[in-house]
């Protein structure tokens, strides 16, 4: 395909037109995934966070699980943090204000960090290709999406507005993912200091689609109706989250399980991470939010050891317990009952 081209693009290789979203931090596990697909659907495992050996690690579980239930040649996809450029000189005072203002238990912040992206591409393109690579944060590098096509590989980028669409467009990927603000954890928004929009999937979808490219809609979805409404908008498959945090085959923590039950409402906040993500209110976000700079990945380092220590002793209220808008219809269910409540 070439960069820059419009046009009608190959179908991405979908079963049935729901997938599980990636949920990096160990949520979307191998285990998750090969139980959507034993349900007939498929799903994208997360890289983000991961080193490429523990990713090629995830990868190669779910290959055994899938061997075993013979569903081999199911097709599923990755995801992948693109990295966000970062600036020690213009950032580094606002982001030790912040770890000051946490205290003695806070993280030392990372500049050079693009979170093993280079390693994790590598496995992808010469290790081990998969049929789909999604992107979030910002656009992959036109050679990148050129290595991942040499390979046999779909590419898609998230977006959440008509410039990130075009954007992704011009570079020849063959497919959106269309984030709405209702979508738990991270936005993908492409420029960290951007204030994100309050536009939903079904607001976005039919704004997109001049640019002719199939479109997987994700955001705040909790019932069979969303997944329809989605598909009639153009969608040609629909990526549900927090719908499947509450499955046993999940890696969602305890502690996140119980804010899950005892939460009042989400909202999207930088404190955890300096990037807008949706997720249950706590204290802890209560108490830090309007002073969280705008500067991830290094954000997130400097909360990251509070949040640990809360989550294995269990402490919701200092916990990033990122779900989307349809958090309170989330149940205790198998994966494959949840995936079949929702299909169309
Ligand atoms: C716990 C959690 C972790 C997430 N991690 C990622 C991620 O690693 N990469 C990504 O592209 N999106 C991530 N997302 C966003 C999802 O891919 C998807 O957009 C979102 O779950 C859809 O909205 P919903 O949760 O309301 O279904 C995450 C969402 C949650 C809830």
Known sequence: MTAGTTGPRRPLPLRLPLLVAPMAGGVTTPELVAAVCAAGGSGFLPGGYLTAEQLGHNLARLDELLDEQAMAAVPYGVNLFVPTP?????????????????????GQPRWNDDDHYTEKLHLLVEEHPVKMVSFTFGCPRPEDVQALHQVGTRVLV???????????????????????????????????????????????????????????????????GDVQRLLAAGAVAVQAGTAFLRCPEAGTSPAHRELLSTAHGTRVTRAFSGRPARGLVNDFMERHEDFAPSVYPQVDQVTKPLRAAAASRGDSSQISGWAGAGWSAAQDLPAGEVFASLLP
């Open 86 to 106: 970062s600036d020690r000189q213009r950032d580094a005072t606002a982001v030790l204000d912040y770890a000051d203002r946490l205290g003695e238990q806070a």
């Open 158 to 224: 998230t977006v959440t507005d008509r410039d990130e669409a075009q954007a992704a467009a011009g570079l020849g990927v063959d497919g959106l993912v269309v984030q709405g603000f209702d979508a738990g954890g991270h936005r993908g928004t492409h420029d960290v200091a951007k204030a994100p929009n309050h536009r939903d999937a079904l607001a976005l979808l039919p704004e997109l689609s001049h640019l002719d490219l199939p479109m997987v809609a994700a955001g705040g979805v909790a019932t069979r």
